[in-house]
């Protein structure tokens, strides 16, 4: 994808877990912007709000078929599923795959019972010894329980290539969000890893979660090419947050943490009609982007009588000469929180988050209070310049006191 499209190398999540990023993605807000937590459970009753507008909304109205298949984890009663947020189609799990079961869930009359469970049993549900049992979900019901987690990436690129198929002579938007690397991890047969003299299985296990991810795309854009879509259809491969485990390329922390090994993500974007093969952008953009900028593409309407954080940017997308973030300072207030502008990325003190994780004494982080480091020259934030750059220090906090104040006064509530 990155030979035949462009690679963004400074792309960015709003939230280092699960449904925090999955909600700025869909909304183009900051997550707290719509109230929405870092990671939804399944004893909550909420989801994003039914007033906001979702990118299938936005993209349904515009005449496009859409469909979320995969993990979804922004809402799973009745009123926020896929189906009730714009999707004409929804297949997958209606949270992260580590989690259990909601008796509030409705069953299909033909559910798929496995390991010895009944609807009797499903009925009177205990979590207790059940961690990691998960709905599989077509719509509004449950489908299948427990899920066997080893068929997912399988099952949902099936299910994608037949939406594909079926609306091939129509505009379409899917939404593949894959339940895997989240632990816990597995494989179809075709990619089960030899572990007969295996050193470390884990690790290799999850060598083989990521090659059928790979697999993944590739199928699906074979049927593309094989469709005669694939040159008018906009794909983009990205994460919502960073790994928790393996390696970051050097970036510090991972997923959970603000730091750049948890919320600088991969992207690539291949769309050979309007996007030149070959390029690679180092201009930062992000996730909340997403929704404004393929508005901007379809002639599709944002809100306007709210406000919506990401920006347009298709002159990135399209590696326009001399194109530009759109952002002076990209501020987060995912945890302790961070604000990345240019070369810096600064982190304001925050007493609580430093009581959590205290640093060492021997750690130079320790000698002040906040964390500033020139991304330029130091991509694996280990020098702390707060000390050495007062003023930049000063710029930055203000840029972070002021949408923390925004987001304060002018949240818009959840659904509940």
Request: overall charge neutral; some cysteine; charged content about 30%.
């Amino acid at each position: 994808m990155s030979y035949e499209g462009i690679k963004f190398t400074e792309f960015y999540v709003n939230c280092a877990q699960c449904s925090g990023s999955r909600a700025a993605l869909m909304t183009g807000c900051h997550y707290q912007r719509i109230s929405m937590p870092k990671v939804s459970w399944p004893n909550e009753s909420g989801g994003i709000h039914p007033s906001e507008t979702t990118i299938a909304e936005m993209l349904k109205a515009e005449g496009y078929a859409t469909a979320c298949i995969g993990k979804w984890h922004l809402g799973h009663r009745k009123g926020y599923l896929p189906i009730d947020q714009g999707f004409d189609y929804y297949y997958g799990l209606p949270y992260s795959n580590d989690m259990t079961y909601d008796t509030h869930l409705a069953k299909a009359e033909d559910i798929l019972l496995r390991e010895g469970w009944t609807k009797e049993k499903l009925d009177n549900y205990s979590k207790k010894n059940n961690k990691n049992k998960v709905p599989l979900m077509r719509d509004r019901e449950v489908i299948e329980f427990p899920v066997n987690q080893k068929t997912l990436t399988k099952r949902y690129t099936e299910e994608t290539i037949k939406f594909i198929r079926k609306h091939k002579d129509e505009p379409f938007f899917v939404y593949l969000p894959h339940s895997m690397p989240h632990n816990p991890i597995a494989v179809s047969k075709d990619f089960e890893p030899d572990l007969t003299n295996s050193k470390n299985e884990l690790k290799d296990l999850y060598a083989k979660v990521m090659e059928e991810i790979d697999w993944s795309a590739g199928e699906i854009l074979k049927t593309l090419k094989e469709l005669g879509l694939d040159e008018n259809t906009l794909v983009i491969f990205t994460s919502d947050n960073g790994p928790n485990r393996g390696s970051t390329g050097g970036l510090r922390g991972m997923k959970g943490t603000p730091y750049e090994g948890g919320i600088r993500v991969p992207c690539i974007m291949r769309w050979p009609k309007s996007i030149p093969a070959g390029k690679t952008c180092n201009e930062m953009a992000t996730t909340l982007d997403i929704l404004p900028t393929v508005a901007g593409i379809v002639g599709g309407k944002v809100p306007t009588d709210r406000k919506i954080d990401g920006k347009d940017i298709l002159p990135l997308m399209k590696a326009l000469p001399n194109a530009k973030t759109p952002y002076d300072n990209y501020v987060l207030l995912y945890n302790e929180g961070c604000v990345r502008s240019g070369k810096w990325k600064y982190y304001p003190f925050n007493a609580a988050e430093a009581k959590k994780r205290p640093l060492k004494k021997s750690d130079p982080r320790s000698k002040a209070p906040v964390q500033l480091y020139e991304l330029s020259a130091d991509v694996s934030e280990k020098v702390n310049l707060a000390e050495e750059y007062p003023e930049v220090v000063a710029q930055l906090q203000k840029a972070y006191d002021e949408l923390k104040s925004d987001i304060e006064k002018n949240a818009r509530p959840r659904g509940e």
